[in-house]
């Protein structure tokens, strides 16, 4: 595993979970594509406040059932509400501490980068350019950016032509990487990875009318003993973390639109 300047990023995929973080260390569980954007805010609060931040980058389903299975973590910050509110109902999230921290939008991308943009309102649009190709996604039933992608595509009548193309991840970086590297000619991902990887091109959006609302909500996790964690909290929802979540593509939640 990598240490990323003043933090350590966990992969949590096919590895164990850290352990208890001391009282100057938050542990934080966050959805992959808030990978870029937190890496910057943990090493700014580190600065700032001489806390760590560590952090395990996973799918939200992942996290959440690491979470169930009693993983030692302080905030999980969840790329879906769903996951969340599963942990509500077991009794695992601090009461109180739940606050809708961004939004998101879904797009496809290609590998190629003289890709032209495709017309959303076609029908076999991304099937007769995928071809025998495959379509990157996050696992369709259980990872948000696969869930607000099987929607998107159901919505718009493309689902049962595609669903036999796709190949789907563990995460939506992982369908991210499978697009970058030509492993799969397109994929579906959220706009903010879109933005984060230059080696794929952005060929259509989804409206936001297709698919549940893209929220992500920060908790605590019940029994965590350290009050950093709240302080970190605070922090991921204050101005400066707001100025770079813009800077890496997301709305605050917030926000109208």
């Known amino acids: 595993m990598n240490a990323v300047g003043p933090l350590l990023v966990a992969a949590v995929l096919g590895v164990a979970v850290p352990g208890p973080a001391r009282a100057d260390e938050v542990l934080v569980f966050a959805a ?4 870029d954007a937190l890496q910057e805010l943990a090493g700014a609060w580190q600065e700032a406040t001489g806390h760590t931040a560590i952090l395990s980058l996973a799918g939200s389903s992942t996290l959440a059932r690491q979470i169930e299975a009693g993983a030692p973590a302080d905030l999980f910050l969840s790329a879906n509400e769903a996951w969340v509110d599963e942990l509500e109902r077991d009794g695992l999230i601090e009461p109180g501490s739940r606050r809708d921290l961004l939004k998101n939008s879904l797009v496809i991308v290609a590998h190629d980068p003289e890709a032209t943009p495709l017309d959303m309102n076609q029908p076999d649009a991304l099937k007769a350019r995928l071809g025998d190709g495959r379509l990157a996604m996050a696992l369709v039933d259980a990872v948000p950016a696969g869930i607000y992608g099987k929607a998107a595509l159901q919505s718009l009548g493309w689902w049962d032509g595609l669903a036999p193309s796709v190949a789907q991840t563990d995460n939506v970086r992982t369908a991210l990487a499978l697009v970058a590297t030509g492993e799969a000619p397109f994929g579906i991902v959220y706009a903010t990875d879109a933005r984060a990887e230059p080696r794929v091109t952005l060929v259509g959006r989804f409206p936001a009318e297709t698919h549940p609302p893209i929220v992500y909500p920060l908790v605590r996790i019940a029994g965590s003993p ?29 926000e109208g639109g």
């Open 32 to 35: 992959a594509s808030l990978r």
């Open 226 to 254: 350290t009050d950093a964690a709240d302080e970190l909290a605070d922090f991921l929802g204050g101005p400066e973390a707001a100025t770079v979540f813009h800077a890496h593509g997301f709305a605050l939640a917030s």
